[in-house]
């Protein structure tokens, strides 16, 4: 099946930087999100982003399928950003379901 | 629009023991997928229903199974509990396939198993 490996596995940062999160795939995929765990462990969606760039405020994603990558950006992190941050992608071939990467476990300082 | 309905949140079970978990899917969604996550294993998917139809499994044991009603609620059961079964169990719903189309997820059912 598809294989999903999300860069760095931890990352730690003060309040007010800037990071970015790296997700490789590889297949061609039909769908990619991007998820942030929350301390209660529910997943909220962040973005859906198959292809091109989306932005919501502070955070911004960038997906290159040609390339089989996808990278999230937090600027001016909070320590509200803190958690757990999952890409997740469905291959583009039979009956595929969304498979998860190992995730990212980001930690805001103040 | 109410979100993705999981009940109980939390379960304590006796190893030996089943239980079944319930999940409500946004309205109108008609595909529901269940995932297991564990530290050790991170998050892994266990099946999808589409339509009433399941239309895919992971690679879990005969003990895990689920269904799919005609108002898209579904349930999974876990007969013969382990410790190993102790999780959080999560699920998600989309308005299509979980292949080519967003996926919400609910608050999860965390199971204990003692």
């Known amino acids: 099946g598809i294989q999903v490996e999300q860069s760095p596995p931890d990352l730690i940062l003060q309040e007010g930087a800037n990071s970015t999160l790296r997700c490789n795939f590889s297949?061609?995929?039909?769908?990619l999100q991007w998820f942030h765990q929350n301390p209660w462990g529910q997943l909220i969606n962040l973005f859906y982003i198959p292809s091109g760039t989306k932005q919501n405020g502070r955070l911004s994603a960038t997906t290159v399928a040609t390339e089989r990558y996808s990278l999230l950006y937090i600027s001016s992190s909070q320590t509200t950003d803190s958690g757990v941050y999952f890409c997740?992608?469905?291959?583009?071939?039979?009956?595929?379901?969304?498979?998860f990467g190992k995730g990212t476990m980001l930690l805001v300082s103040p | 629009k109410a979100g993705v309905t999981q009940t109980p949140r939390y379960l304590i079970k006796t190893r030996g023991q089943q239980v079944t978990l319930s999940c409500s899917p946004i309205?109108?969604?008609?595909?529901v997928s269940w995932y297991q996550q564990t530290p050790g294993q991170g998050l892994q998917f266990l099946f999808e229903?589409?339509?009433?139809?399941?239309?895919n499994k992971g690679n879990f044991p005969g003990r895990f199974s689920g269904r799919q009603f005609s108002n898209s609620r579904s349930e999974m059961n876990v007969s013969t509990l382990e410790l190993g079964d102790s999780a959080l169990y999560l699920c998600?719903?989309?308005?299509?396939?979980?292949?080519?189309?967003?996926?919400?997820f609910g608050q999860g059912t965390r199971l204990t198993v003692v």
């Open positions: 229903y589409f339509s009433e139809t399941q239309r």
């Open positions: 998600a719903s989309s308005w299509g396939t979980a292949m080519n189309t967003e996926a919400f």
């Open positions: 997740a992608v469905s291959a583009n071939s039979g009956y595929s379901t969304l498979t």
């Open positions: 309205s109108g969604h008609r595909s």
């Open positions: 297949d061609s995929v039909n769908n």
